[in-house]
């Protein structure tokens, strides 16, 4: 089976972190870019943030620019998006994908998703 896996979500009240963890089985994330998406309520998908193939560029949606990082660490054959200062607004399921380059609408491979509840 080739497939992505999201991790590491959970409730955390405003203000709180959560580190999110993309761990692929039966391929490796060496040759791919690797984006974070997310889709709130009623809402439409959005890409938060991408990072290169070779970990050298990032780019970050301007909602939570600043507030979280994403990293790769391709001996793991992982990426993780660290969230800090969490708001209500970023309550979503969280996705990541996996693309030959950091695009807008990634076709590759695509997790099931996390869920990740900010509230009081």
């Known amino acids: 089976q080739l497939q992505l896996v999201e991790s590491g979500g959970g409730v955390v009240q405003p203000g709180g972190s959560l580190r999110l963890s993309c761990t692929a089985s039966?391929?490796?994330?060496?040759?791919?870019?690797i984006g974070w998406f997310r889709q709130g309520p009623g809402k439409e998908r959005e890409q938060i943030s991408c990072?290169?193939?070779?970990?050298?560029?990032?780019n970050y949606h301007d909602s939570i620019k600043g507030r979280f990082t994403i990293s790769r660490d391709d001996a793991k054959n992982t990426v993780y998006l660290q969230m800090n200062g969490l708001k209500p607004e970023d309550t979503a399921v969280y996705y990541c994908?996996?693309?030959?380059?950091?695009?807008?609408?990634?076709?590759?491979?695509w997790g099931k998703g996390t869920q990740v509840t900010v509230a009081s």
């Open positions: 039966g391929f490796t994330l060496d040759y791919y870019a």
């Open positions: 990072i290169t193939r070779g970990g050298d560029s990032t």
């Open positions: 994908a996996a693309d030959l380059i950091c695009i807008t609408d990634m076709t590759g491979y």
